[in-house]
């Protein structure tokens, strides 16, 4: 009987992929909201190194998880963006606190 053994899979250019946004976003408060993690340990994972300097990167689990954490921080943007009335918005209620 023959064993076979995975290695995991680990993307170790998560860095790369979040170059668009990556000075917009508070990692610290990233790490700290989505992961219970320091923002340490979320700068090496996205620098694809580990604590001890070696290779390292984002576990397959930790890339669904991170996936999920930016969606769930888009939605939250959206959400605050939709709440801020837009100027035709704006316009028809100063028109009815008028009447």
């Known amino acids: 009987m023959e ?11 998560m860095k790369k992929r979040i170059r668009d946004i990556q000075m917009a976003i508070s990692w ?15 700068y090496h994972k996205l ?4 604590g001890n ?3 390292g ?6 890339a669904e ?6 969606i769930d921080l888009s939605n939250r943007i959206r959400r605050v963006a939709d709440a801020i009335p837009s100027e035709e918005m704006a316009e028809v209620s100063c028109v009815a606190e008028a009447v």
């Open 3 to 13: 064993t076979t053994v995975k290695n995991p899979v680990v993307i170790s250019d």
């Open 28 to 42: 610290r408060e990233f790490a700290n909201t989505y992961f219970q993690r320091s923002s340490s340990w979320l």
């Open 47 to 50: 620098d694809g190194i580990d």
């Open 53 to 55: 300097g070696g290779g």
């Open 57 to 62: 990167g984002f576990t397959a689990q930790e």
């Open 65 to 70: 998880q991170m996936r999920g954490a930016l």
